[in-house]
T-cell receptor, first 116, second 114 residues
Framework: AQKITQTQPGMFVQEKEAVTLDCTYDTSDPSYGLFWYKQPSSGEMIFLIYQGSYDQQNATEGRYSLNFQKARKSANLVISASQLGDSAMYFCAMRGFSGGYNKLIFGAGTRLAVHP | DAGVTQSPTHLIKTRGQQVTLRCSPISGHKSVSWYQQVLGQGPQFIFQYYEKEERGRGNFPDRFSARQFPNYSSELNVNALLLGDSALYLC?????????????FGSGTRLTVV
């Protein structure tokens, strides 16, 4: 079964510091994709970063980087230089393929609070 | 460019009623997926539509149905509403069925069943 596990219900960080949000995944498919989304209180899921299972290098997008450790099946999100606007829910998701279609499988999320 | 638009933004319904939620994908995107997000949980996959055909269905009862129109917009229908259907319903669009990189989500419809 395909599964995403986020073990940190809540995290807090001081403004301008870096924070790591944990994500582990389980799949038997050799080809998969991993996503991180940010969900502010407005509800919209905002795409942050993507890592393909065959990508050789860790993905980076501005202040976001993905620490991809394939052997450990982990895909942790690192946010550098945290800002107050980073306070939100963060979801790790995996693109699963079964029955001829793709779907996203989400973890339970981590609530990040950035303190001034 | 307009993003994924969903309507209405909020809705209150009574148990047993029926509801229709609407989604307009990004222009050019042919695939629309629906997700249910119960408070405190991650989104759960309900349906994927591509080129006006249902391509995938999650573990939801037959009370949930959907369709996609020739302009690729989509409707999600839920019949005989239960209190447990209260959730944020998210629509996501992608250019292709595989969506290797991009699922763009709308802001969702917050449904409350009383």
């Amino acid at each position: 079964a395909q599964k995403i596990t986020q073990t940190q219900p809540g995290m807090f960080v001081q403004e301008k510091e870096a924070v790591t949000l944990d994500c582990t995944y389980d799949t038997s498919d050799p080809s998969y994709g991993l996503f991180w989304y940010k969900q502010p209180s407005s509800g919209e899921m905002i795409f942050l970063i993507y890592q393909g299972s065959y990508d050789q290098q860790n993905a980076t997008e501005g202040r976001y980087s993905l620490n991809f450790q394939k052997a450990r099946k982990s895909a942790n999100l690192v946010i550098s230089a945290s800002q107050l606007g980073d306070s939100a829910m963060y979801f790790c998701a995996m693109r699963g393929f079964s029955g001829g279609y793709n779907k996203l499988i989400f973890g339970a999320g981590t609530r990040l609070a950035v303190h001034p | 460019d307009a993003g994924v638009t969903q309507s209405p933004t909020h809705l209150i319904k009574t148990r047993g009623q029926q509801v229709t939620l609407r989604c307009s994908p990004i222009s050019g995107h042919k695939s629309v997926s629906w997700y249910q997000q119960v408070l405190g949980q991650g989104p759960q996959f309900i349906f994927q539509y591509y080129e006006k055909e249902e391509r995938g269905r999650g573990n939801f009862p037959d009370r949930f149905s959907a369709r996609q129109f020739p302009n690729y917009s989509s409707e999600l229908n839920v019949n005989a509403l239960l209190l447990g259907d209260s959730a944020l319903y998210l629509c996501a669009s992608s250019l292709h069925r595989e969506a290797n990189y991009g699922y763009t989500f709308g802001s969702g419809t917050r449904l409350t069943v009383v």
